[in-house]
């Protein structure tokens, strides 16, 4: 069994930081891809960053500049650092990766998401 844990989340000024923080943990073999994923009131799930096991990142357009991308593989944690937060950043932010519990199973595992919360 695999579980992804968020923290982090709250409530920001604009122009204010957050840090969110995504720990996996369970029967984990090795862990590829990770990211976080957005999901505003009414909105679709977008994905707003990746990270590779090897550390190379993409970002969406919308917060490329601002946010920040990063791991510790040591940790089977992914963080996403967000600076000059702005409205339209509210959302419920959730971490997804690509984990392989066995030689023969891979799959993609879900955070239970965190409420992000920028007051004009």
């Known amino acids: 069994q695999v579980q992804l844990v968020e923290s982090g989340g709250g409530l920001v000024q604009a122009g204010g930081s957050l840090r969110l923080s995504c720990a996996a943990s369970g029967s984990i073999f090795s862990i590829n891809a990770m990211g976080w994923y957005r999901q505003a009131p009414k909105n679709q799930r977008d994905l707003i960053a990746t990270i590779s096991s090897g550390g190379t990142t993409n970002y969406a357009d919308s917060v490329k500049g601002r946010f920040t991308i990063s791991r510790d593989n040591a940790k089977n944690t992914v963080y996403l650092q967000m600076n000059s937060l702005k409205p339209e950043d509210t959302a419920v932010y959730y971490c997804?990766?690509?984990?392989?519990?066995?030689?023969?199973?891979?799959?993609?595992?879900w955070g239970q998401g965190t409420q992000v919360t920028v007051s004009s």
């Open positions: 997804n990766a690509n984990i392989r519990t066995t030689a023969s199973d891979m799959r993609y595992y």
